[in-house]
């Protein structure tokens, strides 16, 4: 059975880069599944941040694609997520996916969540 | 950017049947997925490909697609289904993943 874990710092100071990493244990990232990120903010609904493949092909939530960027290595089996430039609005609970969309399916295994708050 | 649209919230009593809508241009199109999300912890799919329910998942949960709109159906509510749901589709002209903004659950 597929499990994600993310990991990362959990506090991040305005303007500066937030990254985190998803482990992935029990599947390979090399499969024809795309791996994403996913946060919600306190007390909102789910917002898709973008996802990748194992051949670095990525795809981004538009109103963020200027300050995200996603990669993959396929030789650690993890996938990270970086987030420039970021403000209080970042401030979420980041989760990371694996993502069968592209092939009709859905967001079928999500990790258990890590909490990022940007601090001025 | 696509939009779905999900009512902010649905109350029914136990044992009675909710439905919870989600709306949306590309429904005819797309597969709406359907995520149970309870406090403090991270979404569950409960129903995929508008219909399919992932093994583990109680009959009690069905889902439906005609037109523009895509309906989660619990059938004879329990306590325990209280939660928030969201809606989940996709452009895939476009490859964005899209979210309705969610509809709690309010078991009266």
């Known amino acids: 059975q597929v499990q994600l874990q993310e990991t990362g710092p959990g506090l991040v100071k305005s303007s500066e880069t937030l990254s985190l990493t998803c482990a992935v244990s029990?599947?390979?990232?090399?499969?024809?599944?795309?791996w994403g990120w996913v946060r919600q903010p306190p007390g909102r609904g789910l917002e898709w941040i973008g996802s990748i493949n194992q051949y670095g092909t990525t795809y981004y939530n538009p109103p963020l694609k200027s300050r995200v960027s996603i990669s993959i290595d396929t030789s650690k089996n993890h996938f990270s997520l970086n987030v420039v430039s970021v403000t209080a609005a970042d401030t979420a609970m980041y989760y990371c996916v694996r993502d069968g969309v592209r092939t009709g399916d859905s967001l079928d295994t999500w990790g258990q969540g890590t909490m990022v708050t940007v601090s001025s | 950017s696509y939009e779905l649209t999900q009512p902010p919230s649905v109350s029914v009593s136990p044992g009675q049947t909710a439905r919870i809508t989600c709306s949306g241009d590309a429904l005819p199109k797309e597969y709406a997925s359907w995520y149970q999300q309870k406090p403090g912890q991270a979404p569950v799919r409960i129903i995929y490909k508008d219909r399919e329910r992932p093994s583990g998942i109680p009959e009690r949960f069905s889902g439906s697609s005609s037109g523009t709109t895509a309906t989660l159906t619990i059938s004879g509510v329990r306590a325990e289904d209280e939660a928030d749901y969201y809606c989940q589709s996709a452009d895939t002209s476009d490859s964005y993943v899209a979210f309705g903004g969610g509809t709690n659950l309010i078991v009266l």
């Open positions: 029990g599947d390979s990232v090399n499969t024809p599944y795309f």
